[in-house]
């Protein structure tokens, strides 16, 4: 009886140790994706020269929600060497767009102004050329 124990435990523990080797998987090849071209834009650009000479470049875009009917506005902003896609939220003073990084306020009087999410002030004074 102890022998057939120790048999059978043995060859369970055997059984249970083989490396089962994975069957091959064959891979596709991926379809040729499309060149971005980055030299084009769909709008017309909007430069605002700001205080201290900084430079603030504006696309603007008009995205279509289809959750709602309503037209939703973005703009790319250019500040330095980064562009970011910000888009329109709802303020009382002036249009206002945000991302995660950055944001753009203009106001009516024409002094926009560009913060970081911190709220330090990147570009202030800001007048469309």
Same mark, same amino acid.
């Given at each position: 009886?102890?022998?057939?124990?120790?048999? $059978?435990?043995?060859? +369970? $523990? &055997?059984?249970?140790?083989?490396?089962?080797?994975?069957?091959? @998987? /064959?891979?596709? !090849?991926?379809? !040729?994706?499309?060149? $971005?071209?980055?030299?084009?834009?769909?709008?017309?650009?909007?430069?605002?020269?700001?205080?201290?000479?900084? =430079?603030?470049?504006? *696309?603007? =875009?008009? *995205?279509l929600n289809r959750k709602s009917a309503k037209n939703m506005e973005a703009i790319y902003l250019t500040?330095?060497?980064?562009? =970011?896609? $910000?888009?329109?939220? *709802?303020? /009382?003073?002036?249009?206002?767009?945000?991302?995660?990084? +950055?944001?753009?306020? /203009?106001?009516?009087?024409? &002094?926009n102004t560009l913060t970081n999410s911190v709220g330090v002030v990147l570009a202030d004074v800001c @007048?469309?050329?």
């Amino acid at each position: 009886m102890k022998t057939t124990a120790l048999f $059978l435990f043995s060859l +369970l $523990l &055997a059984g249970c140790s083989h490396n089962i080797l994975p069957l091959p @998987v /064959e891979s596709k !090849p991926k379809p !040729p994706t499309a060149v $971005l071209d980055k030299t084009k834009q769909t709008g017309a650009a909007i430069r605002y020269v700001c205080k201290d000479d900084k =430079e603030v470049r504006v *696309v603007r =875009e008009k *995205v279509l929600n289809r959750k709602s009917a309503k037209n939703m506005e973005a703009i790319y902003l250019t500040f330095g060497q980064s562009t =970011e896609k $910000l888009k329109s939220t *709802v303020s /009382e003073s002036g249009k206002v767009y945000t991302n995660i990084h +950055l944001r753009w306020i /203009e106001r009516v009087g024409g &002094a926009n102004t560009l913060t970081n999410s911190v709220g330090v002030v990147l570009a202030d004074v800001c @007048v469309a050329q």
